[in-house]
């Protein structure tokens, strides 16, 4: 399916290739919020290329994903220092460390109810966190399924990847999962998120876009270029989702129909990770050799 137009795509610099800008989100003060994986901050990025970083507990932390939280602050998962974070737009900084040792929290979305969740990629768990802090961990019923990123879904739950048990996971605000194994053997999910009606995620291994409904149903659509890596993926509306392709250097769109479009970034190599829609309307991604890119659709 082609498009009537080819969408600008640009680039801004915002550290070194050192930094890795790793995921990024929108604020609810209209500029976009980042994790530099690498170095142990979270940036927050305006419009107009205005940069400014909080360092976090120690450079080695390794901030992954970051989501606006329903109370105003930006959450965001610290895989090795095995603690959930919390800024607020003014810059200021908490940390919550989680229970289980070691548990590698990886993806974090607010819930629909007024909670955080997250994945614990390590142990196979999935977290909720209150805005106060209070934390609960609901076992999984698999043995190194390595959850991964998790969304908010219209159906009153959460969706999360199993990126090692190769399957796409559902668990209720009170805690009971359901499993769907996918139907491509070996496909390690990873991105995952909802359009309003049903849930789009990335097969990095199997180089696809699958799209699962409510009831469980998957399809799968293989990217012209199956060796591409997707890696996140984020709906701009529904049957409209734009994703990351890390190994391909690409931003692609998908469309209901299972059409797909790509287009390169400026910059080759650039290793594009997580993909938000900006304040301004338009998909921005972060890419782990230093920048940020604003695709204009």
Same mark, same amino acid.
């Given at each position: ?35 530099? #994986? ?36 930006? *959450? ?40 955080? *969740? ?40 959460? *969706? ?10 559902? #668990? ?126």
């Amino acid at each position: 399916m082609s498009h009537p137009h080819t969408p600008a795509v640009t680039e801004i610099r915002v550290a070194d290739g050192e930094a890795g800008p790793y995921g990024i989100t929108a604020g609810p003060d209209g500029a976009l919020w980042l994790t530099l #994986v690498h170095s142990g901050r979270v940036a927050r990025l305006a419009l107009d290329g205005g940069l400014e970083e909080y360092a976090l507990d120690s450079p080695g932390c390794r901030p992954m994903v970051i989501t606006p939280g329903p109370d105003g602050a930006l *959450w965001f998962t610290l895989n090795q220092a095995n603690a959930i974070g919390r800024v607020t737009t003014g810059g200021d900084l908490r940390t919550f460390r989680l229970p289980t040792p070691g548990s590698g929290p990886y993806g974090i979305t607010s819930g629909p109810d007024g909670a955080l *969740w997250f994945t614990q990629m390590n142990t196979d768990r999935v977290g909720r966190i209150t805005t106060g802090g209070a934390i609960t961990e609901f076992a999984l019923p698999v043995t190194g399924g390595f959850p991964s990123a998790i969304t908010a879904g219209p159906d009153g739950a959460l *969706w999360f990847t199993l990126n090692q048990a190769n399957a796409i996971g559902r #668990v209720t605000t009170g805690g009971t999962t359901t499993v769907h194994p996918l139907p491509t053997p070996g496909a390690a999910p990873v991105g995952i998120t909802s359009d309003g009606t049903d849930l789009w995620f990335v097969e990095i291994a199997a180089g696809r876009i699958g799209r699962i409904t409510v009831d469980g149903a998957i399809t799968e659509f293989p990217l012209p270029d199956r060796t591409a890596r997707p890696h996140a993926i984020a709906a701009a509306a529904t049957g409209d989702c734009w994703f990351t392709e890390w190994g391909a250097g690409r931003i692609g769109r998908i469309t209901a129909n299972g059409g797909i479009t790509e287009y390169g970034l400026p910059t080759p190599s650039s290793e594009p990770h997580g993909i938000t829609v900006g304040p301004d309307g338009a998909l921005w991604a972060a890419l782990e050799t230093g920048g940020v890119a604003r695709v204009a659709p």
